[in-house]
DNA sequence: CGCGTTTGACCCGCGC
DNA sequence: GCGCGGGTCAAACGCG
């Protein structure tokens, strides 16, 4: 008890009974007993720093900082911790929707097989569901297949993805061979032609999945809508029915990036701008271009799920609806009979209302990715792929720099973290965000004439 | 000089 | 087989 007693002279009585010697000891015990409760190292802080202030003050404030430091350090080892959690959560959607996608080409040429024996159309019609809600398609499969073949699959399907990859790679190779020896071809070469041909039910897959096609129309007063890629034009076409001339790109942000996209003026209504992409980026794209790349990626997986030759060999017209697309039936709307399956995605039509906008490209581009996004989300299992490759953008932040944009991608990070953490519904939490990014993008570029997504897109005039 | 655009020629698929 | 239309190529051109 007396190591708390921090007044022992006022204790007369043991005071008049103790020595001097028991009086110094008493002292040194006094000290000793405070050295044992309060740090040392604050004790010599509390010297260096003394001045009038009594030492126990010092001491306690010194105390108070050191646990709001400690305090802050935990928190950062937390925060650390949350954001390796995040990346694993993210590798492992990332997986998810790979295996999804090989699962959907998997489906699709089993369903071709099936469709070459002859099989009736009735198990055919599963493929478009069974892609669009997994969840359900899943309990409904469970009936019809043997579990032990779906667990085999399953258990397969990252396997299958690594060597899909590369067979995709083989195809896209030969395809593009082929297009660009056309040459060779016209002088007989032999060799390529029987090639060709030689093209199994997996590389039409493929090959439908280069064909299709999504088309966005907005409206813009410039030549083209700043959707963060560097575009090459390559030629330009009058096409018929359209006064307007149809100019045609190609992304040069990687080489041999096989995505290419049209742009052409409505005939009915000049403002509208309609743009069409066809393909997917093999390159990782700035944050500018991520959310239309997702956007058009999704809607073209969207699109291909519900495209996939069916018995009739038409597009289910209510494949929008199936989807739980409440935007769909003004917003998205399916071509079957455009040479290639198409899907059209209307912002003309703002059900924001926000008429300030309707003008504007880029804040037009900022309506369309939190609309579409969120709209799409409905469909959470089928745009794993392109929220995963949303998320790279924070890879992309790190190494490319936001320019303008960087305080304002920063809050949202910081916002998205927050929401990630407060919100279990991860995935929609990162698309708002990172929409918002693009959103906010756009707006602080839109003000100058030279802006991040120009030099990103040399081609506005 | 390098890069992007323009533009006429060419290729290819499709319908008649 | 022929013509048409969409799509691509590549030489010429312009710009910084």
């Given amino acids: 008890m007396d190591a708390l007693d921090f007044f022992p002279h006022k204790s007369k009585e043991t005071q008049d009974d103790d020595d001097e010697d028991d009086d110094n000891d008493n002292d040194i015990h006094h000290h000793q007993t405070l050295d044992f409760h309060v740090d040392t190292s604050l004790d010599l802080l509390t010297k260096n720093t003394g001045g009038n202030r009594p030492v126990e003050e010092n ?24 954001n390796q959690r995040l990346r694993e959560l993210i590798d492992q959607m990332n997986n998810n929707s790979n295996a999804v996608r090989m699962q959907l080409i998997k489906i699709t040429q089993k369903q071709h097989n099936l469709r070459k024996n002859g099989v009736d159309g009735e198990k055919e019609e599963m493929v478009p569901r069974s892609f669009l809600d997994i969840g359900v398609a899943e309990k409904d499969e469970a009936s019809q ?105 190609r992304c040069t942000m990687s080489t041999g990036c096989p995505v290419r996209k049209q742009v052409q003026r409505c005939a009915e209504d000049r403002s509208v701008l309609i743009t069409t992409y066809e393909g997917q980026h093999n390159h990782p794209l700035p944050p500018t271009a991520q959310a239309m790349a997702s956007t058009t990626s999704a809607a073209a997986s969207m699109l291909l799920s519900g495209s996939m030759p069916s018995s009739d060999g038409l597009i289910n017209p209510t494949i929008l609806e199936n989807a739980s697309l409440p935007c769909s039936q003004n917003m998205a709307t399916l071509s079957a009979s455009a040479p290639f399956p198409t899907i059209t995605l209307d912002l003309t039509q703002n059900p924001t209302n926000s008429s300030h906008h309707q003008r504007d490209p880029h804040n037009q581009l900022s309506l369309l990715s939190p609309l579409l996004a969120q709209k799409f989300m409905s469909v959470p299992k089928l745009f794993g792929h392109s929220l995963c490759d949303q998320t790279k953008l924070a890879g992309l932040h790190e190494s490319q720099g936001m320019d303008a944009a960087a305080p304002s991608f920063s809050n949202s990070l910081n916002a998205a973290t927050a929401a990630i953490t407060a919100d279990p519904n991860f995935t929609a939490a990162l698309v708002a965000a990172i929409t918002s990014v693009m959103g906010s993008s756009h707006s602080n570029t839109s003000g100058t004439s030279n802006t991040t997504g120009d030099h990103h897109c040399n081609n506005n005039a």
Avoid at 173 to 191: F, H, I
Avoid at 195 to 219: F, G, Y
Wanted: glycine share 4%.
């Fill in 59 to 82: 001491d306690a404030l010194e105390t108070m900082d050191e646990k709001r430091f400690v305090a802050l350090v935990t928190e950062l080892h937390q925060v650390n911790a949350e």
């Fill in 145 to 249: 297949q043997p579990s032990e073949e779906k667990l085999r699959e399953s258990k397969s399907v990252v396997d299958l993805m690594h060597r899909c990859k590369g067979n995709e790679k083989d195809v896209e190779d030969k395809l593009d061979c082929g297009r660009e020896s056309s040459k060779a071809r016209m002088e007989g070469d032999q060799e390529l032609s029987n090639k060709v041909p030689k093209l199994d039910q997996n590389s039409e897959t493929l090959s439908m999945i280069k064909k299709a096609r999504v088309s966005v129309r907005a409206r813009s007063d410039s030549t083209m809508i700043a959707d963060g890629c560097q575009w090459r034009k390559y030629g330009q076409k009058m096409a018929k029915g359209n006064p307007c001339p149809r100019a045609y790109y």
